[in-house]
C-alpha cells in the first residue's frame, strides 16, 4: 500500500478555510485518496475521496494534484467542532479482500476562536 | 438510519480475564471490520467478516478472535488478557468490504486491562 505524509498539527481561526495538505507519492494507479477525521473519543467519520479529479462534498473538497502524488482537503468555513484529527489514506477501490486499512498519525487540526 | 452500535462503551478487566465486544453494523452491510487503536501504534487491522466468513486477518496473536452472526452482527473476543491489551477497540461496517469504499465507524468500546 502507498504510504502517506501529514504534517502532525496545524491551526485554524474559525471561520477561516482550513488546509490540510497529504503526500501519497507512491500510490499507484488502482488506489484512491481517502480521508477520514477523528474527534476525540470517537471513531473515525469519513468525509471524502478521490481518483484524480476533483471532489466536492456538503463536508469539504478535495484538491488532486495532477501526478496524483498529492492532495489538499479543505475545509471552506472551519468551525470549532471541526478540531479533531484528521488522516488521509490511499486504498483501491476494488481492491479486494487482502486489504488491511492503516491509518498513519495523521494531522491534528485545531480551530481556534 | 441508525449506524454502526458497539458495545459495550468502557469496560475494565483484569490481567487474566477475556472480554466479549459486539458491533451492530448498518442494516444491509455484510462485512465488518475490527480495529486496535492505540497512542503508541494508531489504528490497526484486525479482521474482517463477511457473510459470517473470516477472509482478511491482521497480524495479532490468536488471543484475537471473532465471529460474524447471519444477522451481520459481530464478535470479538479477546481472552487472557494483557496489559498492552488496552485500546480503543473500533469495529466498521461496509456495504462492499473493508478493501473497497467507505467504511462507517462505531464509537468504539474502551477497554482497559488492569
Known amino acids: 500500500d502507498a504510504k502517506t505524509t501529514q504534517p502532525p498539527s496545524m491551526d485554524c481561526a474559525e471561520g477561516r478555510a482550513a488546509n490540510l495538505p497529504c503526500n501519497h507519492s507512491t500510490i499507484s494507479g488502482n488506489e484512491y485518496v481517502y480521508w477520514y477525521r477523528q474527534i476525540h473519543s470517537q471513531g473515525p467519520q469519513y468525509i471524502i475521496h478521490?481518483?484524480?479529479n476533483n471532489e466536492t462534498n456538503e463536508m469539504a473538497s478535495l484538491i488532486i494534484t495532477e501526478d496524483r502524488k498529492s492532495s489538499t482537503l479543505i475545509l471552506p468555513h472551519a468551525t470549532l467542532r471541526d478540531t479533531a484529527v484528521y488522516y488521509c489514506?490511499?486504498?483501491?477501490?476494488?481492491?479486494?479482500?487482502?486489504?488491511?486499512?492503516?491509518f498513519g498519525k495523521g494531522t491534528l487540526l485545531t480551530v481556534n476562536p | 438510519k441508525a449506524g454502526v452500535t458497539q458495545t459495550p462503551r468502557y469496560l475494565i478487566k483484569t490481567r487474566g480475564q477475556q472480554v466479549t465486544l459486539s458491533c451492530s453494523p448498518i442494516s444491509g452491510h455484510r462485512s465488518v471490520s475490527w480495529y486496535q487503536q492505540t497512542p503508541g501504534q494508531g489504528l490497526q487491522f484486525l479482521f474482517e467478516y463477511f457473510s459470517e466468513t473470516q477472509r482478511n486477518k491482521g497480524n495479532f496473536p490468536g488471543r484475537f478472535s471473532g465471529r460474524q452472526f447471519s444477522n451481520s452482527r459481530s464478535e470479538m473476543n479477546v481472552s487472557t488478557l494483557e496489559l498492552g491489551d488496552s485500546a480503543l477497540y473500533l469495529c466498521?461496517?461496509?456495504?462492499?468490504?473493508?478493501?473497497?469504499?467507505?467504511?462507517?465507524f462505531g464509537e468504539g468500546s474502551r477497554l482497559t486491562v488492569l
Open positions: 466498521a461496517s461496509s456495504l462492499t468490504g473493508a478493501g473497497t469504499g467507505e467504511l462507517f
Open positions: 489514506i490511499v486504498r483501491p477501490l476494488g481492491g479486494g479482500s487482502n486489504y488491511k486499512l492503516t
Open positions: 478521490g481518483l484524480k
